[in-house]
């Protein structure tokens, strides 16, 4: 970016889940960072560590190793009295809008609650006050507010959701994929609810999703994510016109395409994803990716710097870039 303190620094991020003797590696050595202003996509196959990652940056999970820091303050070691606060400042709309919503509570009352808990407002006329304002700024009425969570559609619930976590004024939020759990056609509307609020609030977002062409549309940046481990960091129109790691193509190349005349990419991928228990020696995509040689299985390859902002985990730099259809 510009050389500036990032908003969020990630490095080597670990996240082991089971006994100590056979972990889980559900994030393993994990870095990028996200500048003020910026929409990061964080994009990979189910299991890769994607909503792990997310949670952790909030510390709703605890990391293994690793640091997470904002605004250059380690949040690991804040304590919780600190991290209190913090929470106003960092905020996650969650995948699933009905799970993530009381169903014993109003909707005025769920975002009631989280501005008394940060002393956002004083008195009932503001909190009413702010809560209409809530509401009309991610497209519901203020009548709304007396309802349940039941009473809403999928695209209504994940509103709400939206609006509670814009509620405390966030400066970065962690969107784990908020349009999954919702029809296709209620897709659309969400995206561009995220889209007006991120440019009219000027939020930093961490975008968590498999669906690329919303990455495309939306993020500034994309972090590639296979088995708890970074393969690619790309600006997202480079990574998207020319991508340099051979998981990236296969993704890029799945990705299905609505014109029946462009001719598709196909890129066969070996076997299945391996355990997170037993990942593969040296470079854990090995196993599946179809330019593996020998030496793959010997070098961990770490990202390394390909020029233009843009880096890659993988030894090789005889390996075609195909550009996807």
Same mark, same amino acid.
């Given at each position: ?36 202003? &910026? ?24 990391? =293994? ?9 380690? *949040? ?37 609650? $989280? ?19 809530? *509401? ?44 999954? $759990? ?8 969400? /995206?561009? *609810? ?17 669906? *690329?062409?919303?990455? &495309? ?6 972090? /590639? ?7 690619? /960091? ?13 998981? =990236? ?7 299905? =395409? ?40 010997? =070098? ?22 195909? $550009?996807?259809?």
């Amino acid at each position: 970016m510009n050389g500036a303190t990032p908003l969020i620094e990630v490095r080597n991020l670990q996240k082991f889940f089971g006994p100590a003797s056979r972990p889980v590696r559900a994030v393993d050595d994990v870095s990028f960072e996200i500048h003020s202003g &910026e929409t990061l996509g964080l994009v990979g196959e189910s299991g890769s560590g994607k909503s792990t990652i997310g949670r952790a940056l909030l510390r709703l999970v605890e990391s =293994t190793a690793g640091s997470v820091k904002y605004r250059g303050e380690d *949040l690991g070691s804040a304590s919780d009295s600190r991290m209190r606060f913090l929470r106003s400042k960092l905020q996650i709309i969650f995948q699933d809008p009905y799970a993530s919503l009381n169903p014993k509570m109003r909707v005025r009352d769920i975002l009631g609650e $989280a501005l008394h808990t940060h002393s956002l407002v004083k008195g009932k006329a503001a909190t009413a006050d702010r809560i209409a304002e809530l *509401l009309r700024l991610v497209g519901l009425q203020p009548e709304h507010g007396a309802r349940f969570p039941h009473e809403f559609s999928g695209g209504q619930r994940q509103r709400i959701g939206v609006a509670r976590a814009l509620s405390v004024e966030p400066e970065f939020i962690v969107a784990d994929e908020p349009l999954s $759990a919702l029809d296709v056609s209620i897709q659309a509307q969400v /995206v561009n *609810l995220l889209c007006d609020l991120r440019d009219r609030l000027s939020l930093t977002m961490l975008f968590i999703s498999h669906d *690329l062409d919303v990455v &495309e549309y939306l993020c500034d940046r994309v972090v /590639v994510l296979y088995l708890g481990r970074v393969m690619e /960091v790309a600006p997202t129109q480079d990574l998207f016109a020319r991508p340099l790691h051979p998981y =990236t193509q296969a993704l890029l190349a799945a990705s299905p =395409t609505p014109d029946p005349q462009v001719k598709t990419i196909h890129i066969p991928l070996k076997g299945d994803i391996p355990s997170p228990v037993n990942p593969p020696s040296g470079c854990v995509f090995r196993t599946r990716c179809p330019y593996a040689i020998d030496a793959c299985a010997q =070098t961990r390859p770490e990202p390394r710097a390909m020029g233009g902002g843009r880096f890659k985990a993988c030894i090789r730099d005889d390996i075609p870039s195909l $550009a996807p259809p």
